[in-house]
């Protein structure tokens, strides 16, 4: 009877706590410092898949649909050079959304960025803290799918200038 | 003893109780009963749930805000079922709206929305979502997340013109002005116009 007992209770403790673990895998939220370098990129265009692959929503090709999504208060993110997305909260201390320049100036930039890194529910969250480099735009896309969608680019752009 | 042996069951029932609803509720089905349009998105299923409207940065990193941020901040669902946090990537908008300014009315409030779950949950871990509707809880009318544009109109009289927004957009102007259409000054633009156009 006793071992029985024993037995049953590893068993729900087991159980629970696998469980448990899960859970608390997938809501935490302990920030970790961070250096990350990668592309600033429009999350909508990139996760929906709206405007076709993820290879012609990124760079030189889908620079002024990332100023339209910036300017219109869809989040920016940052793409490293593992393909891992983190979703920028602040930027250098400025909330994301505040009508400044300062986040449209660093779209299609590939940046390196000191902050911290929060995980939610699965997804990367990020705190710039400050950009210690900028390369600025390294992906010339626009050579092979010209500009994403097409109407990002004016039509007439030579008579009109 | 038997008093103890039948504690002991009853403890085990809602150990295993709690676990399993973790577990259902981890892969729950939240599509009976929405009335979202379709996009045709990658990975989309549409998607009805009750939620808390929350500031991201205050639920994330516990750096709150009076009123969710006023609109400066990007703003959350978590959601009733679960606990999880959605993160909210669009409004019901065509033109590229985020979804804040839809959200901000119900700031810290309970609501029902419905939309759209997206993206490919094995490359990204889970699902973005695209709010289209969206109700207090305990009211009987939805109403259409499709706020942005007149609110961004009304922080820009100035643009005001014919044509979508983000082509008289100031700060969007002011950043091809600089940079040209590919970010890469107007030498890119002008040699990109006379190969294709």
């Given at each position: 009877m006793k071992s029985h007992f024993k037995l049953f209770s590893v068993a729900v403790v087991s159980v629970f706590t696998c469980f448990a673990n899960i859970n608390l895998a997938f809501s935490a939220t302990e920030p970790k410092p961070i250096e990350i370098k990668g592309e600033i990129i429009d999350t909508w265009c990139y996760l929906s898949g709206v405007m076709g692959g993820q290879d012609a929503v990124i760079g030189t090709a889908h620079h002024t649909c990332a100023l339209w999504c910036t300017a219109g208060g869809i989040p920016v993110g940052v793409l490293d050079e593992d393909g891992q997305i983190y979703m920028v909260l602040k930027l250098k201390g400025e909330d994301t959304l505040k009508q400044s320049d300062s986040i449209m100036e660093i779209q299609s930039d590939v940046i390196t960025a000191k902050g911290l890194h929060y995980v939610r529910d699965g997804v990367n969250y990020l705190i710039v803290e400050d950009v210690i480099a900028n390369d600025g735009i390294s992906n010339f896309n626009h050579e092979d799918?010209?500009?994403?969608?097409?109407?990002?680019?004016?039509?007439k752009y030579l008579s009109n200038q | 003893m038997k008093i103890f042996k039948n504690s002991i069951v009853s403890v085990f029932s809602v150990l295993v109780g709690l676990a399993l609803s973790t577990s259902v509720s981890m892969a729950e089905d939240f599509s009976a009963g929405s009335n979202a349009k379709e996009f045709g998105l990658e990975e989309e299923v549409k998607s009805t749930f009750s939620a808390k409207v929350v500031d991201m940065v205050c639920e994330i990193a516990g750096d709150c805000s009076d009123n969710c941020g006023n609109g400066e901040r990007q703003l959350g669902l978590v959601r009733d079922a679960d606990n999880k946090l959605i993160s909210v990537l669009k409004n019901g908008q065509f033109s590229f709206n985020g979804a804040a300014e839809d959200l901000l009315p119900y700031c810290n409030k309970k609501v029902d929305v419905d939309g759209l779950m997206i993206g490919d949950p094995e490359e990204f871990n889970t699902q973005f979502y695209m709010v289209q509707l969206i109700r207090e809880a305990g009211s009987d009318k939805w109403n259409k997340a499709n706020r942005w544009t007149k609110k961004w109109a009304e922080r820009n009289p100035e643009a005001k013109g014919k044509g979508p927004w983000f082509r008289r957009d100031p700060r969007v102007k002011k950043q091809v002005e600089a940079t040209g259409y590919f970010g890469l000054g107007k030498e890119a633009d002008i040699a990109y116009a006379k190969e294709n156009q």
């Open positions: 799918y010209g500009s994403v969608p097409p109407n990002s680019f004016p039509k | -």
